[in-house]
């Protein structure tokens, strides 16, 4: 059985980083159904570069991922059936040529998975800091905010989800506020009883520039705990672990 793959990117002037990206998505071994690139106010090239690539240029004009990376979801459900899938990354993003293969094999091999999402290498620092950071952040990001979420928490350089899923929670998400988290935020819309797969395995390339400097770190971290405050306003963790644990959902796969 085939799905259709429809690669959602987010962009606000990086018009040299998502022509990379593009030139890696045409060389994947499954091809994209579409690739929707969502101008978030550009003022470079950025929505000529998608488009020189056969892309859909969508554009969210209020600021800020939670907004741009939603609209972007909104745009793929055209055309799609609630098991196809919505696939997830940044202009920054660098995956490999079976990036997309793999991700369709995991949703058909596993019809009740929701969402899946993978691992990163930071490419533009060196190999040592690279390996340091990885374990220092994402390792710890996806440890710290599956405990608050009682479940698997999506990365958004990496990740797809059914098209049914987003279905399911497109009008809960919290869009309009632009110092969110908007992958921390979907996980948490979610639930605690979707299946969601991390696959360490699954990784692609990304760059480190959010994490350099301090202020660029201390804004993730506010945004982090201002993700957190949204949401557990709705179910706080232990009510998230209670649910989980009364119905019985199975502990998500990790590879």
């Given at each position: 059985m085939a799905l259709s793959?429809?690669?959602?990117?987010?962009?606000?002037d990086d018009a040299t980083a998502l022509r990379r990206c593009l030139e890696l998505l045409d060389a994947?071994?499954?091809?994209?159904?579409?690739?929707?690139?969502?101008d978030n106010g550009s003022t470079d090239d950025s929505a000529a570069v998608a488009r020189a690539h056969g892309a859909r240029v969508v554009a969210e004009p209020r600021p800020g991922i939670p907004a741009a990376?939603?609209?972007?979801y909104d745009a793929a459900l055209t055309g799609t059936h609630g098991m196809d899938v919505i696939v997830r990354c940044d202009a920054d993003s660098e995956p490999p040529a079976d990036w997309l293969e793999r991700i369709h094999t995991a949703f058909v091999d596993d019809p009740a998975l929701q969402a899946l999402t993978g691992q990163g290498?930071?490419?533009d620092i060196p190999r040592w800091r690279a390996a340091t950071i990885?374990?220092?952040?994402?390792?710890?990001?996806?440890?710290?905010?599956?405990?608050?979420?009682?479940n698997h928490p999506l990365w958004g350089s990496n990740m797809a989800m059914r098209a049914g899923a987003w279905a399911r929670v497109q009008h809960h998400v919290h869009r309009e506020d632009p110092e969110l988290h908007d992958d921390v935020d979907l996980s948490f819309c979610l639930g605690p009883t979707a299946r969601i797969r991390y696959?360490?395995?699954l990784r692609v390339g990304v760059s480190g520039r959010s994490l350099r400097g301090g202020s660029l770190?201390?804004?993730?971290?506010?945004?982090?705990?201002?993700?957190?405050?949204?949401?557990?306003?709705?179910?706080?963790?232990?009510?998230?672990?209670?649910?989980?644990?009364?119905?019985?959902?199975?502990?998500?796969?990790?590879?």
């Open positions: 793959l429809v690669v959602v990117i987010p962009v606000k994947q071994t499954r091809r994209a159904t579409e690739v929707v690139i969502v990376a939603s609209t972007g290498d930071f490419t990885g374990r220092l952040y994402l390792h710890s990001y996806y440890l710290t905010m599956g405990a608050a979420l009682a696959d360490r395995t770190l201390r804004r993730r971290f506010v945004r982090a705990f201002r993700t957190l405050a949204v949401n557990w306003r709705d179910m706080p963790p232990w009510r998230r672990w209670e649910t989980r644990v009364r119905d019985g959902a199975r502990a998500p796969n990790v590879r």
